[in-house]
T-cell receptor, first 110, second 125 residues
Framework: QLVLSQPPSASGTPGQRVTISCSGSSSNIRSNNVYWYQQFPGTAPKLLIYRNNQRPSGVPDRFSGSKSGTSASLTISGLRSEDEADYYC???????????FGGGTKLTVL | QLQLQESGPGLVKPSETLSLTCTVSGGSVSSNDYYWAWIRQPPGKGLEWIGSIFYNGNSGNTYHNPSLKSRVTMSVDSSKNQFSLRLSSMIAADTAVYYCAAEWGSGSSPRFDYWGQGTLVTVSS
């Protein structure tokens, strides 16, 4: 049973806005910063969002993150075909003393 | 701009110990800014954090995934600008792509800024 829950899949058409959720608990998301990663098949993950809503240099502003209570979200605006990838949330869990990754969400651009 | 590269065997027999090394370029493993992490991904599955290690030449610290802690040993070799992972008592479920990564900050804040390309380790007799 995963501590961080993500929908296994999400989809949208080009130009649409898509939101991927990450549900946790008071010992992880409520207490700590959330991070998001993008992974294309056969490649290493790439940091997309850090500290809930900060974008590293080079990440388009179409990608945004938010957090409220025990849940976090990644929103992709103006969806593009090249956004088709797997997306993972990550957070430290104070109770388990472990870095937790969500199960990942496979985004399909229709 | 850090670059990381994993090296090690692609095939390990059950019950044996896996040894992987990550070579860092573009920066020092003795940096005050980074922890050095290992993360794995079984084929077709999600990411699992193994642990993180910090060493600045004077002091060090490590964090391990409790589910693997008794099997995990991590170390830093500043003379070679490398860090390493040893995972004992390998079983088939340990088959995965193993990534090394540079973790900004505290070791308990999963900001993995830089990643190696990953190396597939298969456990089989």
């Amino acid at each position: 049973q995963l501590v961080l829950s993500q929908p296994p899949s999400a989809s949208g058409t080009p130009g649409q806005r898509v939101t991927i959720s990450c549900s946790g608990s008071s010992s992880n998301i409520r207490s700590n910063n959330v991070y998001w990663y993008q992974q294309f098949p056969g490649t290493a993950p790439k940091l997309l969002i850090y500290r809930n809503n900060q974008r590293p240099s080079g990440v388009p502003d179409r990608f945004s993150g938010s957090k409220s209570g025990t849940s976090a979200s990644l929103t992709i605006s103006g969806l593009r075909s090249e956004d088709e990838a797997d997306y993972y949330c990550a957070v430290w869990d104070d109770s388990l003393t472990v870095v937790m990754f969500g199960g990942g969400t496979k985004l399909t651009v229709l | 701009q850090l670059q990381l590269q994993e090296s090690g065997p692609g095939l390990v027999k059950p019950s044996e110990t896996l040894s992987l090394t990550c070579t860092v370029s573009g920066g020092s493993v003795s940096s005050n800014d980074y922890y050095w992490a290992w993360i794995r991904q079984p084929p077709g599955k999600g990411l699992e954090w193994i642990g993180s290690i910090f060493y600045n030449g004077n002091s060090g610290n490590t964090y391990h995934n409790p589910s693997l802690k008794s099997r995990v040993t991590m170390s830093v070799d500043s003379s070679k600008n490398q860090f390493s992972l040893r995972l004992s008592s390998m079983i088939a479920a340990d088959t995965a792509v193993y990534y090394c990564a540079a973790e900004w900050g505290s070791g308990s804040s999963p900001r993995f800024d830089y990643w190696g390309q990953g190396t597939l380790v298969t456990v089989s007799s």
